[in-house]
């Protein structure tokens, strides 16, 4: 059986990828989130979220039992020394990964998208035949990340430090969508002729 290609669509904290992503979606193209498969895999009495309240304290669930998303956030990021951040990391990342391509090995599309907005930092390119990055400039970042998750400038930019660099993402991109620079019709014609180019590599692959 050929298999999807698959892409990996990536980009720093605030850049438009869930635009982006939604765009490819409306193409009928599957679109497997990793921040999707993070909600799933720490539902409410999930084991994960056990090992979260362990590890964090039970500040982190709400007095419903979910997961309090905007609280993790701040221990992490406000944790100057990262220790916080490798702990998350190395709870979540496994469970994600798996899940991901469980939902991949059931595709029958010519190409898949994978958003996975810490591609580079986790080292996953292996995961992706081709990687887009969403890239935006730092200053409307950083307002689109207070604005949308409601924290201070500081939080928001050790949120920012624990990504890889713009300078690094847009080297390492085979593909890329500037979002500050686009209207929401221009970003949308970009991503239909990525659309036509992916169907055609995937064409050349599996044939």
């Not at 765009?23 to 720490?42: H, M």
């Not at 899940?99 to 292996?126: S, W």
């Not at 949120?159 to 221009?186: F, N, P, Y």
């Amino acid at each position: 059986m050929t298999k999807a290609l698959k892409i990996g669509l990536t980009g720093g904290i605030a850049c438009g990828k869930t635009v982006i992503s939604n765009a490819f979606k409306n193409l009928g193209v599957p679109v497997i989130d990793t921040d999707e498969i993070s909600r799933e895999v720490t539902a409410k009495n999930s084991p994960l979220l056990d090992k979260l309240a362990k590890a964090f304290g039970q500040s982190i669930i709400t007095k419903e039992g979910l997961l309090d998303r905007r609280a993790l956030r701040l221990i992490v990021f406000n944790d100057k020394s990262g220790e916080n951040l490798n702990k998350l990391n190395s709870i979540m990342l496994k469970a994600i990964i798996d899940r991901l391509l469980e939902i991949y090995d059931k595709q029958t599309a010519p190409y898949v998208i994978f958003v996975i907005p810490l591609l580079f930092e986790h080292h996953l390119e292996h995961l992706c035949d081709r990687v887009l990055v969403i890239d935006v400039n730092e200053k409307t970042q950083l307002e689109r990340l207070q604005t949308r998750d409601k924290i201070d400038l500081n939080t928001a930019l050790g949120m920012l430090k624990s990504q890889v660099d713009r300078k690094t993402r847009r080297q390492k991109a085979d593909d890329l969508i500037e979002t500050d620079a686009l209207s929401i019709e221009k970003r949308l014609h970009s991503v239909l002729k990525l659309h036509e180019k992916y169907l055609d590599l995937a064409n050349r692959v599996n044939h």
